[in-house]
């Protein structure tokens, strides 16, 4: 039967691993891996706010670390172009702007009530 590997995001299985040749069928990421609120974290975003206004403060703090965790945990699974993997995001905030324009140009997410089924077809072998 098929394996399943879990972990958690900004972790090493989901940052320091590399899964290649097909070795994962799919990554399935669960969450917005946002850093609960801290003195340091409330620190950083007042220092970057000071430095670039309110909006790019909290974009440095908050939300750029937390879309790069993210991406890292879903690019596990595809690291050569020979590479393919179902990559399933349980997260709605990612297509809200502040989010989505930090994605990559090829990465577009979609909302999807299929999710597994969609998956299944794409993992499906040829016919």
């Known amino acids: 039967g098929g394996a399943l590997l879990l ?3 900004g972790g090493s299985l989901s940052e320091g691993v590399d899964y ?3 070795l994962l069928a799919a990554v399935i990421v669960v969450g917005l891996p946002l850093s609960p609120p801290s003195v340091e974290g409330e620190a950083l975003r007042d220092y970057y ?13 908050v ?16 690291r050569s172009e020979r590479d393919r993997a179902a990559i399933v995001l349980l997260e709605g905030r990612i297509l809200e702007p502040r989010y989505a324009r930090c994605l990559p140009p090829d990465f577009v997410p979609a ?8 998956a299944s077809r794409f993992l ?3 016919r």
């Open 111 to 118: 909302r999807s009530e299929l999710a597994a089924s969609e």
């Open 49 to 61: 706010a000071r430095k670039f206004g309110f909006a790019k403060g909290h974009d440095y703090a």
């Open 124 to 126: 499906a072998p040829p």
């Open 20 to 22: 290649h040749d097909n």
């Open 63 to 78: 939300v750029y670390p937390a879309v790069n965790r993210l991406l890292q945990a879903a690019g596990r699974a595809i």
């Open 7 to 9: 972990g958690v995001q």
